[in-house]
């Protein structure tokens, strides 16, 4: 089956500092969606991307679908504690199935 | 703002016992998604429910798995015959249709955390 490579795995980083994860696969996707995991609760929907090439932000959070439509990456800027948690990419291909990368574990040390 | 809703949150079972886990998509939704995640693993797709049938399912989703709408509001998750491996959280999604990629941007909810002794 389809196979989404996540990196990095985990993130230590002093709060302020900007992050910068993303996700690749070798084969296209139609849509890129970012979701992050809080400790026992389910994806929180980011950021959705639609289109080969878009740039979106939702507030500190910018992620790019690519060109290829094969990679997107995710970035945060300004990092505060409450970024603390699990970053998954999905994508989605005209189907009815997420694929999901196996996630970044980001902490924020204050 | 609408959200899925879960119960239980949590649910212990024995080995080979039934469970049904229950969901309550957002009200305006027509298509609906269960998946797992085994503690510490990535999120995994097990099936996909439109217009009463099942519209997609992984091979996770054997005969053991069966899904039902019994009710214009709830979306349920039956595991006939429990085992071990069965442990992990199990999430419920929904998304608006399935027209366009807008439309179709699922939407979790928190999760039932499913222990199999």
């Known amino acids: 089956g389809q196979q989404l490579n996540q990196s990095p795995q985990s993130m230590f980083i002093q709060e302020g500092e900007d992050v910068s994860m993303n996700c690749t696969s070798s084969s296209i996707f139609n849509t890129w969606l970012w979701y992050k995991q809080d400790p026992g609760e389910g994806p929180v929907l980011l950021i959705a991307l639609y289109k080969a090439g878009e740039l979106t932000s939702n507030g500190r959070l910018t992620a790019q679908f690519g060109i290829t439509r094969k990679d997107s990456f995710l970035n945060i800027s300004a990092s505060i504690p409450s970024d603390v948690g699990i970053y998954f990419c999905a994508g989605n291909n005209a189907g009815n199935m997420l694929t999901f990368g196996g996630g970044t574990r980001l902490m924020v040390k204050p | 703002e609408p959200e899925v809703t879960q119960t239980p949150s949590h649910q212990v079972t024995q080995m080979g016992q039934e469970v049904i886990l229950r969901c309550v998509p957002i009200?305006?939704?027509?298509?609906f998604y269960w998946y797992r995640q085994i503690l510490g693993q990535k999120v995994e797709f097990l099936v996909s429910f439109y217009n009463n049938e099942i519209s997609e399912k992984s091979e996770i989703f054997d005969d053991q798995f069966s899904v039902e709408r019994p009710d214009g509001s709830n979306f349920t998750l039956k595991i006939r015959s429990t085992k071990l491996e069965d442990s992990a959280m199990y999430f419920c999604?929904?998304?608006?249709?399935?027209?366009?990629?807008?439309?179709?941007?699922?939407?979790f909810g928190p999760g039932t955390r499913l222990l199999v002794l």
């Open positions: 999604a929904s998304s608006e249709q399935g027209g366009g990629p807008i439309q179709e941007t699922q939407y």
């Open positions: 009200s305006n939704h027509l298509y």
